[in-house]
Nanobody, 124 residues
Framework: QVKLVESGGGSVQSGGSLRLSCTAS?????????TGWYRQSGDKCVSISHI??????EYEESVKGRFAISRDRAANRVYLQMNSLKPEDTGTYHC??????????????????WGQGTQVTVSA
C-alpha cells in the first residue's frame, strides 16, 4: 500500500520559516505524479500549492511570494518551503498525490493518495 508521510511542521513566530516534506513509500514516484499541499484548519480545508509531473507549479493567492513548492526525484520527496509565516497559515498540512490535482480536499482524499498531515502553528 502506497503511503505519503509529511514532516517538518512545528511552532514558529510570525515571520518565521518552515520547510515541509512529503515522502512517498517505495514503488510510487512523486516525480511522475501531480502532488499538492493542503491546509486543514478546523472545518476548512484549502488547497495551498501543487506541482505537476511536468514541473508546473500553482499557488493559492495568499501564499504567492512566500511559499515555494519543489521536488527531489532521487529522494522521492516534495517540499513546501514556507517563509514569512503568518498566524493565518496555522493548520495541519497534508500532501496528496495522484494522476490529477483536485482543488477540493475531499476529492483529493477520495481519488488520490493522502497523507496524515503535519501540524504548523504560527503565533503572533
Amino acid at each position: 500500500q502506497v503511503k505519503l508521510v509529511e514532516s517538518g511542521g512545528g511552532s514558529v513566530q510570525s515571520g518565521g520559516s518552515l520547510r515541509l516534506s512529503c515522502t512517498a513509500s517505495p514503488g510510487y514516484s512523486l516525480y511522475n505524479h501531480a502532488t499538492g499541499w493542503y491546509r486543514q484548519s478546523g472545518d476548512k480545508c484549502v488547497s495551498i500549492s501543487h506541482i505537476y509531473s511536468d514541473g508546473t507549479t500553482e499557488y493559492e493567492e495568499s501564499v504567492k511570494g512566500r511559499f515555494a513548492i519543489s521536488r527531489d526525484r532521487a529522494a522521492n520527496r516534495v517540499y513546501l518551503q514556507m517563509n514569512s509565516l503568518k498566524p493565518e497559515d496555522t493548520g495541519t498540512y497534508h500532501c496528496g498525490s495522484g494522476g490529477q490535482i483536485y482543488y477540493s480536499c475531499d476529492f483529493m482524499k477520495e481519488e488520490n493518495i493522502w497523507g496524515q498531515g503535519t501540524q504548523v502553528t504560527v503565533s503572533a
